[in-house]
C-alpha cells in the first residue's frame, strides 16, 4: 500500500525557516517527487521537484530561497525552506509521479505571518 506522509509545517514570522518532510511506503519512491502548494481560493501549483538522479526544478518565486533534497536510504523527500514570505502561506503537498498514476499525500499547513 502506498503511503505518503508530510511533516515539518507550522506558524513562522516572516524571513523564517522551516523543513517539510515526505517520508514515502511502497515500491513507488524510486520516481520524480515534488512538492506542491495550494493557497485559499488559488489552484495547485508546482514549487520544486526532484528526480530519482538528483535533478531539480523550481518554481521562479521560491529559486533561491527554497531547497528540494532526497534521502534515498530513508524514503524521504525534504523541502528546506528559507526567507519565509507571507505568500508562501499555503497547505504543501507532496507528490509522487510514476509512469502510471500519481500519489499524492494529504498536505501540510504552512501560515507565514507579517
Known amino acids: 500500500q502506498v503511503q505518503l506522509v508530510e511533516s515539518g509545517g507550522g506558524l513562522v514570522q516572516a524571513g523564517g525557516s522551516l523543513r517539510l518532510s515526505c517520508v514515502v511506503s511502497?515500491?513507488?519512491?524510486?520516481?520524480?517527487m515534488g512538492w506542491y502548494r495550494q493557497a485559499p481560493g488559488k489552484q495547485r501549483e508546482m514549487v520544486a521537484t526532484?528526480?530519482?538522479?538528483?535533478?531539480?526544478i523550481y518554481a521562479d518565486s521560491v529559486k533561491g530561497r527554497f531547497t528540494i533534497s532526497r534521502d534515498n536510504a530513508k524514503n524521504t523527500v525534504y523541502l528546506q525552506m528559507n526567507s519565509l514570505k507571507p505568500e508562501d502561506t499555503a497547505v504543501y503537498y507532496c507528490?509522487?509521479?510514476?509512469?502510471?498514476?500519481?500519489?499524492w499525500g494529504r498536505g501540510t499547513q504552512v501560515t507565514v505571518s507579517s
Open positions: 511502497g515500491s513507488i519512491y524510486r520516481n520524480t
Open positions: 526532484i528526480s530519482s538522479g538528483g535533478s531539480t
Open positions: 507528490k509522487v509521479s510514476t509512469p502510471y498514476d500519481p500519489y
